[in-house]
Nanobody, 112 residues
Framework: QVQLVESGGGLVQAGGSLRLSCAASGGIFSLRFMGWYRQAPGKQRELVAT???????IYADSVRGRFTISRDNAKNTVYLQMNSLKPEDTAVYYC??????WGQGTQVTVSS
């Protein structure tokens, strides 16, 4: 049974940084897509970034240049380094692993 455990969320001032982690267990993940989505109150869940097995990544326009996604296949873990955070980055961030596994979510709140 695949399980995803996220950590690293919290409250930070605008301009600050946070690093999210998502540890996967219950399967082999080195060949799977791993990524992060977020959902703000009253809005649909949206893609933040996805990293492929070879290490290439795609980013939402709103975070490109500020966020960096990475993965450690030996640890079955995906990371999201978030810099220059803005209040509009406030959301619940969810880890996603293909084909359709989700973490429980971690709250990120950016104060102005």
């Amino acid at each position: 049974q695949v399980q995803l455990v996220e950590s690293g969320g919290g409250l930070v001032q605008a301009g600050g940084s946070l690093r999210l982690s998502c540890a996967a267990s219950g399967g082999i993940f080195s060949l799977r897509f791993m990524g992060w989505y977020r959902q703000a109150p009253g809005k649909q869940r949206e893609l933040v970034a996805t990293i492929y097995s070879g290490g290439s990544a795609i980013y939402a326009d709103s975070v490109r240049g500020r966020f960096t996604i990475s993965r450690d296949n030996a640890k079955n873990t995906v990371y999201l380094q978030m810099n220059s955070l803005k209040p509009e980055d406030t959301a619940v961030y969810y880890c996603n692993v293909s084909p359709n596994y989700w973490g429980q979510g971690t709250q990120v709140t950016v104060s102005s």
